[in-house]
């Protein structure tokens, strides 16, 4: 019996297939051929970054040698910071980035870089004593003398360390903040550093500046002078240098150190501030005040510093006999404010020194300019605050006699003491240029030359 009319019916006959869906199908089969055998092979992996020609690490390093040759700095720093992107694992781009950046006063970045070389390899003297010289140079003198003791007992031979150590000391002694021994250990471990490398670059600067410290300034200038020849391109060696001729009265000699140091660093104010005082010694007061608001402009990220150069420039325009402008400048030294560009200035705490001398030549050019309410109570207040220096004791008393003068309708005489400076009047006592007393500016910034990346540890007597 057969099932007629059903689907099931064995006897129903299959459709006909189309001849279009062959032809597509041909088609599709041979697109997929074409992508396997022509498209896959050039393409890479999905999903994955594709590879872009890249520098080689010692392409920068040229670069940046180039760059020093030249004296450009920040170039140099720029292209290094672009060699260790192309190999961060190498311990001497940290090394040799780390002492640019000493070189242009950048002290905390330079002791990230350290740190970065010290993670690479704990166990480097050189790395150590890098850190400890950034550290110490930022005015962290704790962590910088552990890191520099650790310099020398990892390499008893790294001369390089013991001229850190001899600097940092002396630095931090200058400052009022070792003991009674720490000059003593400075001029040792100087003395360490001469035993070890005797013509190496570190050990002359850090020779110079122990002998400039102690007031041997005529040995210091050779010291520095040694330096430099080694190494021209080091900003803080001409300053160096300046400072010494300056301190001998060496004056041309002192400028011409001091604007090779401010093309090296243009950002360093320490330069322009020292040739202001180097113009302000020579009695010529005009240059001297250019120089000072030059000086300001830099705006220095220390506010101690920043304040004193409203002190100097206010000072220079008090020995040219112009109090209006010397009043501001110096009410921004002492009382804090802000100056004309809208930069915050923090005022400066009374105390013996340059600061006391800011303070007196502040209430002097008030009570010249008839303003004895403020005058008299600077008087009192430097009476109070510094009994112990002679000079600010005798300013002191003069501010009042000029405003007894005034008062009585009388003009103040000249007389009284024989040491007054060219540009100071009447009985004024002269703002004192006092032997190198660093406690208000960080003007002294001693800095080493580059660690070339193939540098060993050990450092190469020259």
Known sequence: M??????????????????????????????????????????GPLFIPTNTPTRAPESFITDAESALKEG????????????????????????????????????????KEAENALLLNPNNSMASAVLGYAQGLGGDYLPAIGSLQKAMTQDSQNATAFAYYAEILALESSEGKGDLGTMDKAVAASHQAVTLAPNAL?????????????????????????????????????????RNYKYTNQLEKAIEEFNKAATLNPSDPNPTFYISKTYGAAGEFAKAIQYAEQAIKTKPDDPVFFASLFGNLGT????????????????????????????????????????????????LALARDSQCGEALQLSQLITQGVP?????????????????????????????????EPGLTATARP???????????????????????ATPTKPVKK
Do not use: M
């Not at 910071?81 to 640019?100: E, G, M, R, S």
């Not at 950046?101 to 905390?108: E, M, R």
């Not at 570190?202 to 002998?211: F, K, M, N, Y």
């Open 316 to 363: 220079l325009y008090y020995k040219n006999h112009d109090y209006k402008n010397a009043i501001s400048a110096l009410r921004l030294a002492v009382r804090g404010g802000n100056d004309t560009d809208g930069n915050k200035v923090v005022g400066l705490n009374l105390d013996y020194g340059t600061t006391a001398g800011y303070y007196y030549i502040y209430g």
């Open 2 to 43: 057969y099932l007629r009319g059903s689907k099931w019916s064995v006897s129903h006959r299959k459709k006909r297939a189309n001849p279009w869906n062959i032809v597509i199908l041909v088609l599709l089969i041979g697109v997929g051929i074409y992508v396997n055998q022509v498209v896959v092979p050039s393409t």
């Open 202 to 242: 570190e050990t002359h600067s850090a020779r110079g500046l122990v002998l400039e410290l102690t007031g041997n300034y005529p040995e210091a200038v050779h010291e520095f002078e040694a330096a430099v020849a080694l190494d021209p391109n080091v900003a803080s060696l001409h300053l160096a240098l300046g």
């Open 388 to 420: 112990n220096d002679d000079t600010a004791q005798f300013n002191a008393q003069e501010i009042i006699n000029i405003c007894k003068n005034l008062s009585d309708n009388v003009t103040a005489t000249p007389g009284g003491k024989d040491t007054l």
């Open 431 to 453: 703002f004192p240029t006092p032997k190198p007393t660093f406690t208000l500016a960080p003007t002294i910034t001693p800095t080493r030359t580059r660690v070339p990346s």
């Open 72 to 111: 450009k700095l920040e170039p140099a720093i720029k292209a290094y910071q672009l060699a260790i992107q192309a190999n961060p694992k190498n311990v001497n781009l940290h090394l040799t980035l780390a002492q640019l950046l000493i070189d242009t006063s950048k002290y905390a970045d330079a002791v």
